[in-house]
């Protein structure tokens, strides 16, 4: 909370030259009661955007936390959200000097696609967007169709071909996003922050312990299925022999004797489900993932309600449906 405050004060600072028209302010909704209430919030620190001078309906920044990255999104949502490329020299450019990027390429500058390409870099201000509609660009990279493309250290590890109609917003910024992590993300203190940033509702977690002499055959076959399903199902891997993962065991409530075991978790309505399977094969992961996005997968564990009384003492009474944000 500190160091996100930190770094809203340095972007603001940096943005005063750079866009004096955008003013920034903290408010103390402990002393405000009024305005917490007005805004509905819930969780610290909350940062919120408002357009031309209007209370209603402001815009929410969420998993931003560090002041590039913020300088990036308020300047994506006051003004062009990527940048027009015209020459094959030009997106080398951004890609031999970025790490990740993204490129859209178009016929023409209009349309469904673009809109929704437009106001997805509005809400991945961790990545550079660029659009092009040079048919020698395009030549220069093989496209043919209107195609979004994930380049990471310069190569294309992803194509998404875009239609019109056919894509919306939160999924592409979910696909784009998980390219921001490893295929599968291995849980710990540092990344557990890294893995609710992903708006990707619904994680499989596969637990074992990394010693074992099978683990390395097992974590290919998880890799390999989470290459599947990526955009879809984020794949976390939480290692069985590290103490400090210990309250996550608990959460799914799997012990020493459950292990190699594979859960799915859905954060949205907390429902947990079992892999019926125990061995961890591609084609058991792809069956079990197919059956969870298809809707026939048996639920395992639900959460009970939240007490009312769950924060009253010292030791907090914690269920599913608050043990998320209370733990992580």
């Known amino acids: 909370s500190q160091n996100l405050s930190e770094e809203f004060t340095e972007a603001a600072r940096q943005l005063r030259k750079e866009a004096p028209r955008i003013q920034f302010g903290k408010i103390d909704v402990t002393d405000q009661h009024d305005l917490r209430k007005e805004f509905n919030i819930q969780q610290f620190p ?103 493309v994930v380049f990471k250290k310069g190569k294309p590890v992803h194509n998404e071909v875009l239609e019109d109609g056919s894509q919306n917003k939160l999924d592409l910024t979910r696909l784009i996003k998980t390219f921001t992590l490893d295929l599968v993300t291995e849980y710990n203190l540092e990344t557990s922050v890294k893995i609710f940033d992903v708006p990707v509702e619904s994680h499989i977690l596969l637990f074992a312990p990394k010693n074992s002499q099978t683990f390395n055959t097992t974590y290919e076959d998880y890799k390999s299925a989470a290459a599947e399903f990526r955009g879809k199902i984020m794949f976390v891997f939480v290692d069985t022999n590290e103490t400090r993962n210990g309250r996550v065991f608990e959460y799914f409530r799997i012990t020493q004797a459950d292990v190699p075991a594979v859960r799915i978790l859905n954060l949205t309505s907390d429902a947990r489900y079992k892999m019926p399977a125990d061995e961890v094969t591609v084609e058991n992961l792809r069956h079990f993932c197919q059956n969870y996005l298809d809707g026939k997968a048996k639920l395992h564990l639900s959460s009970e309600e939240i007490p009312e009384d769950w924060d009253k003492l010292p030791v907090k009474v914690l269920v599913g449906k608050n043990f998320n944000r209370i733990v992580f």
Not at 87 to 105: C, H, K, R, W
Not at 110 to 119: I, K, L, M, T
Not at 120 to 142: D, I, N, R
Request: aromatic share 8%; glycine share 6%; hydrophobic share 40%.
């Open 46 to 148: 909350a940062v919120k955007l408002f357009v031309d001078g209007s209370r209603k309906d402001p815009i929410d920044c969420k998993g931003v936390r560090e002041a590039s990255t913020f300088i990036t999104w308020v300047k994506r949502r006051t003004g062009p959200s990527t940048v027009l490329i015209n020459s094959t020299a030009q997106a080398e450019a951004m890609l031999n000097t970025e790490d990740l990027a993204v490129i859209g390429f178009f016929k023409e500058l209009h349309g469904d696609s673009v809109d929704v390409f437009c106001e997805t870099a509005k809400e991945v201000p961790e990545m550079p967007f660029g659009m092009t509609t040079s048919e020698e660009v395009s030549a220069s990279y093989a496209i043919q169709k209107s195609t979004l």
